[in-house]
């Protein structure tokens, strides 16, 4: 089946420094992959949607210059949290879309600590 | 209102019990219906997969899809303690990369 690689799992960084997550399908296509976020608890929370070789469009409320997401190829897309602050610590998860597929195939998630 | 809407639970049951989860939406667009599981600090994973309504068995799970109402629902037979997880219901209006909706999740709990 469908399989999406996230890395890394879990990273901790210090306030003010950037973080790059990221998330490859393995063997298929993503036409278009999802970055999502998740409180304890809670249900997840669509940041942002892009399709390969296109920007990435943003789900109100979120900060684009805060959050950057390149989808260069059809297997990788990263998500980098720059100057990253206390209030940035949640779990991060992609999802991925592929061709013709059943679903959306999701990655194991990255928890982001920032100190 | 939400436009999908479920009870976080917790719903605890015993061992061997059928488990119902259920959802509730407001935009009659939505054709594709999903269940997933999660575990604790892991992407969701994809359980069940259904278009337009009706009735799809997998195993020990069976998703129906009630359009008329707006209502889906999950069932677990003979559930396991390995069943114990957070099941989130998602829909979507089409099939091609369109943003996924979720409910809040349901916290599942088999006791052995």
């Known amino acids: 089946g469908a399989v999406v690689s996230q890395h890394p799992s879990w990273v901790i960084c210090k306030s003010g420094t950037s973080v790059k997550i990221e998330c490859r399908s393995l063997d298929f296509q993503a036409t278009t992959m999802f970055w999502y976020r998740q409180f304890p608890k809670q249900s997840l929370m669509l940041m942002a949607t892009s399709n390969e070789g296109s920007k990435a469009t943003y789900e109100q409320g979120v900060e684009k210059d805060k959050f950057l997401i390149n989808h260069a190829s059809l297997t990788l897309s990263t998500l980098t949290v720059t100057s990253a602050h206390p209030e940035d610590s949640s779990f991060y998860i992609c999802?991925?879309?592929?061709?013709?597929?059943?679903?959306?195939?999701f990655g194991s998630g990255t928890r982001l600590t920032v100190v | 209102q939400k436009e999908v809407e479920q009870d976080p639970g917790p719903l605890s049951v015993p061992e061997g019990a059928i488990v119902s989860l259920n959802c509730t939406y407001s935009n009659s667009a939505f054709q594709y219906f999903m269940w997933y599981r999660q575990y604790s600090r892991k992407g969701p994973e994809l359980l069940m997969y259904?278009?337009?309504?009706g009735n799809k068995e997998d195993g020990r799970f069976t998703a129906q899809v009630d359009k008329s109402s707006k209502y889906i629902s999950l069932f677990i037979r003979d559930s396991q303690p390995s069943d114990s997880a957070t099941y989130l219901c998602a829909m979507t209006v089409g099939d091609s990369s369109y943003k996924l909706i979720f409910g809040s999740g349901t916290r599942l709990l088999v006791r052995p």
């Open positions: 259904t278009y337009s309504s």
């Open positions: 999802s991925a879309k592929g061709r013709g597929s059943y679903g959306y195939t």
